[in-house]
C-alpha cells in the first residue's frame, strides 16, 4: 500500500497512523508516477484536484483550464490528498468511507 500525500498535512498523517504499513511518499518531494496520475484521474475525475487549495488560487484562469494531468504534473499539491494505492484499488481522501474501506 502507497499513500501519496504531504508530510505537512494533517489528514496525510491521520491516515499513515492509522495505516502503519503503508509506504508513505510526499508528492511534494517525490512527484506521482505518471501512470498513477492517470488512473486516479480516470477513477476519481475533477474530484482528484484540490479547488480550495492556495496553489489553485494563485492560477490564472488559463492554467485552470488546461488539461488537469498537466497541471497535476506542474504542481504536485494541486492533487486532493491523500492518495491511497492498494494494490489495484485507489482511495482519495481520508473520509469515513475510506477509512471503513481499509480498516474494517
Not at 517525490?30 to 501512470?35: A, K, M, N, W
Request: a neutral charge; hydrophobic letters at 40%.
Amino acid at each position: 500500500m502507497i499513500l501519496y500525500g504531504l508530510k505537512t498535512c494533517d489528514t496525510c498523517r491521520k491516515a499513515l497512523k492509522s495505516l502503519p504499513d503503508a509506504e508513505f511518499r510526499d508528492v511534494r518531494a517525490d512527484g506521482v508516477p505518471g501512470e498513477v496520475l492517470e488512473s486516479a484521474h480516470a477513477r476519481f475525475g475533477a474530484s482528484l484536484l484540490n479547488t480550495r487549495s492556495t496553489t489553485w488560487r494563485g492560477l490564472s484562469e488559463a492554467e485552470r483550464a488546461g488539461d488537469p494531468l498537466s497541471l497535476l504534473a506542474a504542481h504536485p499539491t494541486l492533487m486532493k490528498r491523500p492518495l491511497i494505492v492498494d494494490g489495484g484499488e485507489m482511495h482519495l481522501g481520508w473520509g469515513r468511507d475510506v477509512q471503513a474501506a481499509l480498516l474494517g
